[in-house]
DNA sequence: ATCCTGCAATTTTTT
DNA sequence: ATTGCAGGAT
């Protein structure tokens, strides 16, 4: 099925599998569905039970990670896995291949962790193998890469761990090796449906491929449109083979969209019309005329921020759009600190989306770590970050001789530390800590390996002292205190959700059967709590929460998503479309279709918002419009601007004749400084603010500028003194109220 | 030798 | 804000 943005295509969708199951009789068990993030499954889940009368009990809904990884606990043995493996995120991905750099002796500075791993991620997700990636490699860079690649698959293995890519991989591997097992999984699931299967990557055609091939069972739905993970190994062609991997393929277009107005319509049509390799196909609505779209020239990104706020607040007072009806995208995160201040300054309810997710706290990551530790005693990556959390008194030294004997023994870390008598040159008081955490561990896997989440968390808690730990940090600590009771009861309201839609509790049983390998078998909880928990994005959190306002967050997120009222912001050359990303091949088109999503977010009314000077990665730049907004027929713009003095067609004519290579006159000094004058000395000796942690102060002085902006400030608390503060990140306020 | 404190750098998009 | 790194204190 090939369907525009609003089309319907998720109700289509489900649709189908309430049609299934209800008419056609199928069990829910025998659908594998794909979505986009959990939440969408979730939605989907619901939607589907709202249509039955019942929750589709055993039904297989999730995105292809969270499937792959429900599959691959049941068959892990086949693979030389453990059920209990652990999945690593980006950030345990990182510094796993930081070990194996430091292990050859490839120096993590001339070869950065997180690069490597891109170079290796983009090769899995091509599925290229290290040995056919190594003969390519040329470059110092990417010979590392080849190198930690080899030897990344056999690591992984020790560690019973796989990262995002291996979940895709690794069931590929499994049915390659294990025809029998494919065998089975294909004849229990006779429905196969993808949902936005434009950003399918190989991998996970393949799997699709394989698990429909007997009966041909499968149903996708996708926009060519709205491909926008091009840069993760997703490639639209998979659309065009689909028809004749599948012959007999029924092709069903859905062109009427029943989101948004004409007005919007006839915007985003109008821009991606400016791409070449489409299939084609052009959004119609019956919903006539509409709202303009307006469009704001700002000064800079500050003034940007302030405009939509108000706008949005007046709108909100004004029409009968809440808040919770609007968002602000943007290109990128960075973009959010300028919105967020000014959301907060003005008191107006938001929602971030995206930059620092929850679970990336460093309290709720060690913990989340000692129950990895728990689950799957060979996670290394677990071991290193909580070994000296709270301190134990040991030191880098001490953990490279650990880990130089742990290779030598081919044992994991906790393995080795639970001999550490065993183990040579260590001071005693060292070898004591180390047989402490290894004897914690123990005791909280014995007593409670089996028992829920919520309640290994609340072992763990009280084992290691965790509370007391926080408690000596102060006032910090007290906050953190907070967020691990969070955990605690997300955990405990999980286990429960679980407890009683059980569906893969229940199916364990019958599958017991099927599996060559008894054994353990069966998932517990906690491995299932992991495995949500590592798959969870910020982008799941969206609807939870007690938080509601004016969303704010990345296009790339907002996918699937709508609002009455839509902000697209930041639309200059170089942000949007990214400088970076325009340059490699098919990126403009790609970066065309990204706005073409935003754009079509919006039910009733469209903001387009630029600014002419933006601080971009620590530099104030001066910004031209973006070449998308001149494809936006100007029949349906009204324009805006802060400061007057600006029109777009001078814009465009000036981009024009810098594309000529034309000599531009210099640009106008007279807004250059007055764009300077609003920006630079927020702070001024002798003002009043407020920081989070010191609390109140006077201003002294202001050094530096840009992103290095500093302050002096003397705080009234004479134990903290005085302190040089940087603007950017210590989020100071002014200070009315002691004034 | 080891630990701790203060300083610099970080960000394109995400499962 | 958080993480990694250098240099001083123990």
Not at 28 to 35: C, E, G, K, L, S
Not at 130 to 141: I, K, M, N, R, W
Not at 159 to 185: C, G, I, T, V
Not at 479 to 503: I, K, M, Y
């Amino acid at each position: 099925m090939l369907a525009g943005a609003g089309s319907g295509k998720t109700r289509v969708l489900t649709a189908r599998i309430a049609h299934l199951i209800r008419d056609r009789g199928l069990a829910p068990q025998r659908i594998f569905a794909v979505t986009f993030t959990n939440k969408a499954a979730g939605e989907m889940r619901a939607r589907v039970a709202a249509l039955l009368g019942a929750d589709p009990r055993g039904l297989w809904i999730g995105t292809f990670h969270a499937l792959a990884a429900r599959l691959l606990r049941r068959e892990a043995a086949h693979l030389g896995f453990g059920s209990n493996f652990t999945i690593y995120d980006a950030d345990d991905s990182e510094s796993f291949i930081r070990r194996l750099l430091d292990q050859r002796g490839l120096s993590p500075k001339a070869n950065p962790p997180r690069a490597v791993h891109a170079l290796i991620s983009a090769a899995k997700n091509r599925m290229i193998a290290p040995e056919e990636f190594a003969v390519t490699a040329d470059g110092p860079l990417v010979r590392a890469a080849a190198e930690v690649y080899a030897a990344l698959g056999p690591a992984l293995k020790q560690a019973n761990a796989m990262d995002f890519d291996d979940l895709l991989l690794h069931p590929l591997q499994l049915f390659r090796e294990h025809p029998d097992r494919l065998s089975y999984w294909q004849h229990r699931f006779e429905h196969v449906l993808v949902d936005e299967f434009q950003d399918t990557n190989s991998a996970q055609y393949r799997l699709v491929k394989l698990l429909a091939a007997p009966h041909g069972n499968l149903c996708v739905v996708g926009d060519d449109d709205q491909a926008i993970y091009g840069w993760r190994g997703a490639d639209v062609r998979h659309m065009l083979a689909f028809q004749q991997d599948f012959p007999g393929t029924t092709l069903i277009k859905l062109e009427q969209n029943y989101r948004s107005t004409q007005v919007i319509l006839d915007a985003a049509n109008g821009v991606i019309a400016g791409n070449v390799q489409r299939l084609g196909k052009t959004l119609f609505t019956a919903k006539q005329g509409g709202e303009t779209v307006t469009l704001l020239t700002a000064a800079d990104e500050r003034d940007e921020a302030e405009w939509l706020a108000a706008e949005l607040v007046r709108r909100a007072a004004e029409t009968d759009v809440p808040h919770e009806g609007m968002a602000i995208l943007y290109r990128t995160n960075a973009q959010s600190r300028a919105l967020e201040e000014t959301f907060r300054r003005r008191g107006i309810p938001y929602r971030l989306v995206g930059a620092v997710s929850f679970y990336e706290r460093r309290e709720v990551k060690d913990l989340l770590a000692y129950l990895r530790l728990v689950a799957n005693p060979a996670d290394d990556e677990a071991f290193l970050r909580v070994v000296n959390v709270p301190r134990r008194g040991i030191g880098e030294a001490s953990l490279a001789q650990l880990i130089r004997t742990a290779a030598q023994w081919g044992k994991p870390l906790l393995a080795v530390v639970a001999t550490a008598e065993r183990v040579p040159d260590l001071r005693p008081n060292v070898r004591q800590a180390f047989a402490g955490v290894a004897r914690l561990v123990e005791e909280v896997r014995a007593r409670f390996g089996e028992a829920d989440p919520a309640t290994v968390l609340e072992a763990v808690i009280d084992v290691v002292g965790y509370e007391q730990y926080l408690a000596e940090e102060g006032a910090e600590g007290i906050e953190r205190l907070d967020n691990v009771r969070e955990l605690v009861a997300g955990a405990a309201e999980w286990a429960e959700e679980a407890a009683t839609d059980g569906d893969e509790a229940g199916e364990d049983g019958a599958l017991k059967d099927s599996l060559t390998v008894g054994g353990e078998g069966g998932t517990t909880l906690l491995q299932r709590y992991l495995t949500q928990v590592a798959l969870v994005t910020p982008a799941d959190d969206r609807g939870s929460g007690a938080a509601n306002g004016v969303t704010l967050m990345t296009v790339h997120m907002a996918k699937g998503l709508e609002w009455p009222v839509v902000a697209l912001a930041g639309l200059e050359d170089g942000l949007f479309p990214l400088g970076r990303a325009s340059g490699e091949p098919g990126g403009l088109e790609e970066e065309r279709r990204l706005c073409y999503v935003g754009l079509t977010r919006a039910r009733e009314k469209l903001y387009l918002s630029w600014a002419r000077t933006r601080y971009r990665n620590g530099r104030f730049e001066l910004a031209e419009p973006s070449r998308f907004l001149e494809a936006v027929p100007a029949t349906v713009v009204e324009e805006r601007t802060t400061t007057p003095r600006w029109d777009r067609a001078a814009a465009f004519a000036q981009r024009a004749a810098r594309a000529r290579r034309v000599p531009l006159e210099p640009e106008e000094p007279a807004w250059a400084v007055e764009a300077v004058s609003q920006d630079a000395p927020r702070y001024v000796a002798g003002e009043r603010v407020r920081h989070r942690k010191f609390g109140s102060g006077v201003v002294r002085a202001v050094s530096g500028s840009g992103r290095s902006l500093k302050v002096t400030v003397a705080f009234d608390d004479q134990e903290i003194g005085t302190k040089q503060l940087l603007v950017a990140y210590a989020g100071l306020e002014r200070d009315w109220e002691s004034a």
